[in-house]
Structures are given as structure tokens and as C-alpha cells.
């Protein structure tokens, strides 16, 4: 196995139900007011966002540590937005190094009876431990957006 056939294996996959609709969870994550609420895991909330969600628009989200203060800068650009089905969208870490290097997020949307299935792939990962690291941030940050949905869709 070469290493770009290594790399290409190692993408992030989540899959999670969301008891809310779908048009909810897209705007969750498509405006940046609900996103402020969610995004980061909870030792990191984002304390800055911008969401410009359409082609060629730019996302910019500041994650700061509830441990030590430390602000982590990420970003990218939408490559695809078909609300409410589909996004993609590139994401870096604005760091030196392994961190820094760029990949693709792409997220899709499913309807299943008043709630929604979201398929999120993160790809490509130089390491296994970058990859693995991701899953549990964006596992601590898919529970906050569960936590979110919840208050949101309660009269």
C-alpha cells in the first residue's frame, strides 16, 4: 500500500440521529448564531464564528480552552450547498504542521420521520492519531449540537 492509498483510508465518519427536523439541524449549522451555541467540544467552545454558507463563501470559527485559555483558530471555504441536503466544505487549522494541513468536510442530511440522520466525513487524515482526535472533538461537539436541538425545538 502506498502512502497516498494509506491517507485516502483514513477518513473520519460519523453518523448520528438528531430528534429534530431537518431544516433545524441545517441551520445549525449554516447560521452563525445557532452554530455559536454548539460548535467545539465542550472543553473548547467556539468563542468567534462566521458562517458565510454558499459557494465560495468562507467559514472562520475561534475554539478557546475552558482549561487553559488557549485560543485555535480554524477555517475554510463551501465548495457545495444544497439545503437542506448537502454540505462541503474545506477545513484547516491555522497552525504550523500536520494540524495545518487542509482537508474536506462533507455532511448529508437525511428526513426520517420528523427526525434527521447526518452523515459526516472528514477526509484526508495524515495520522491516525489526528483522525481519532477528531472524532472526539467533533463527538463532544455533536453532543452539544444534540443539546442545542433539543431547547430549540421545545415550545
Same mark, same amino acid.
Given at each position: ?11 473520519? +465518519?460519523?453518523?448520528? #440521529?438528531?430528534?429534530?427536523? %431537518?431544516?433545524?439541524?441545517?441551520? &445549525? =449549522?449554516? !447560521? ?44 475554510? +471555504?463551501?465548495?457545495? #450547498?444544497?439545503?437542506?441536503? %448537502?454540505?462541503?466544505?474545506?477545513? &484547516? =487549522?491555522? !497552525? ?60
Amino acid at each position: 500500500m502506498n502512502a497516498d492509498s494509506k491517507t485516502a483510508d483514513r477518513a473520519l +465518519v460519523i453518523q448520528r #440521529v438528531f430528534d429534530a427536523p %431537518r431544516d433545524l439541524v441545517w441551520k &445549525a =449549522w449554516t !447560521e452563525s448564531a445557532h452554530a455559536m451555541n454548539w460548535w467545539g467540544p465542550r472543553d473548547h467552545p467556539a468563542r468567534h464564528i462566521e458562517v458565510d454558507a454558499r459557494v465560495g463563501g468562507r467559514w472562520r470559527i475561534c475554539l478557546r480552552s475552558t482549561e487553559n485559555g488557549r485560543d485555535l483558530w480554524q477555517g475554510g +471555504v463551501f465548495r457545495e #450547498v444544497v439545503a437542506p441536503e %448537502r454540505l462541503v466544505f474545506t477545513f &484547516a =487549522w491555522d !497552525e504550523e504542521g500536520e494540524r495545518g494541513d487542509e482537508n474536506v468536510v462533507t455532511l448529508t442530511f437525511t428526513e426520517q420521520g420528523g427526525k434527521t440522520l447526518m452523515t459526516f466525513r472528514q477526509a484526508p487524515f495524515w495520522s491516525d492519531d489526528e483522525r481519532d482526535g477528531h472524532q472526539g472533538g467533533w463527538g463532544s461537539a455533536f453532543d452539544r449540537l444534540d443539546d442545542l436541538l433539543e431547547k430549540e425545538k421545545s415550545p
